[in-house]
């Protein structure tokens, strides 16, 4: 690994946050509960497919959200705002909760076909929670400390391509 990577990866780093420590739910445009939709029934695939090539896992498109709520609580003001959007063809914009820097290679679909690694693994208990913030550490000790604990490689090349 040669030092012009280093410096690439440091100046890319500057002024990064410290994914480390738990940080505050972000507003969301919608008061969106985790826990309520997990009582229905729902299950995380059904609202976050994760499609080929596998890295990202995505946000529910309002189609699925509409499916239930033509009917349900169609009344309320955030629903009615749902609808609109929905009418609108527009997504919704949620705000982010967990995020690592782009230049980190980081696949989902690799994780979640790895024995015993759950969403909750990285997420926390997701479907007990009304509202969502990052609880888990996803620094890079982090994910270092998991790959030292179950064999995976910690080559500074597996996560950060060479440039
Ligand atoms: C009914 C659809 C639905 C289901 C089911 C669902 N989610 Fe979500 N999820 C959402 C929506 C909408 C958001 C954005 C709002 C928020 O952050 O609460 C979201 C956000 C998230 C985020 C944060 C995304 C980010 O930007 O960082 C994670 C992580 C997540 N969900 C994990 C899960 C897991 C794990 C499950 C299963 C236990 C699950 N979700 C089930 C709809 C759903
Ligand atoms: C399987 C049916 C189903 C789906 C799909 C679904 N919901 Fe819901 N949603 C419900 C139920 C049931 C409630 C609780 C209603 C109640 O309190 O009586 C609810 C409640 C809500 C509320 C609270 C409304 C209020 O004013 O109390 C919001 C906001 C909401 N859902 C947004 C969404 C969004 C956004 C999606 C898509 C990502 C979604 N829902 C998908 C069934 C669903
Ligand atoms: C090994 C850790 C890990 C596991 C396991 C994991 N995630 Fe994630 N998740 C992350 C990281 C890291 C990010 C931020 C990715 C980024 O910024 O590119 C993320 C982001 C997300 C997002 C925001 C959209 C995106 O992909 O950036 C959603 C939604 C999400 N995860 C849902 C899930 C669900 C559902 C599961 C289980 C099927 C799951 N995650 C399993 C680490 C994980
Ligand atoms: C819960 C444990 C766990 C956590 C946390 C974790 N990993 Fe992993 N990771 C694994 C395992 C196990 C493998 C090996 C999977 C395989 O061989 O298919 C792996 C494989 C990988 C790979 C190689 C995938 C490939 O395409 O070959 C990358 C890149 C990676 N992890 C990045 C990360 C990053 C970045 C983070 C932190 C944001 C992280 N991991 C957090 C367990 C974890
Ligand atoms: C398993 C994945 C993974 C491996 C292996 C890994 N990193 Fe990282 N690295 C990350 C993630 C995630 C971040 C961004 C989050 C953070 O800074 O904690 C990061 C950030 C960085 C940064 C910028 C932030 C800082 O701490 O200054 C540098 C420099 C860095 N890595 C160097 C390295 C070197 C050198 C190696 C090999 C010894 C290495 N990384 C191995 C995941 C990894």
């Known amino acids: 690994m040669g030092w012009l990577f280093l410096l690439a990866l440091a100046a ?3 002024g990064l946050p410290d994914l480390s420590t738990p940080r505050a739910a972000p507003e969301q445009p919608l008061p969106f509960s985790h826990k309520q939709h997990s009582e229905v029934g729902l299950k995380c695939a059904q609202c976050h497919p994760i499609p080929e090539p596998g890295d990202f896992a995505t946000l529910p498109k309002t189609e699925i959200c509409m499916a239930c709520h033509k009917a349900v609580k169609k009344d309320s003001p955030h629903i009615l705002k749902l609808a609109a959007w929905h009418e609108q063809g527009e997504r919704i914009r949620w705000a982010p909760v967990y995020r690592i820097p782009d230049w980190v290679s980081f696949s ?9 690694v759950t969403c ?11 509202v969502l913030q990052r609880e888990k550490n996803l620094s890079m000790a982090a994910c270092m400390s998991c790959h030292r604990a179950t064999g995976a490689s910690n080559d500074c090349v597996l996560c950060h391509d060479q440039r």
């Open 120 to 130: 909750g693994s990285c997420h926390g208990p997701v479907a007990t929670r009304d």
């Open 108 to 116: 989902h679909q690799r994780h979640t076909a790895v024995k015993d």
């Open 12 to 14: 890319s780093a500057a």
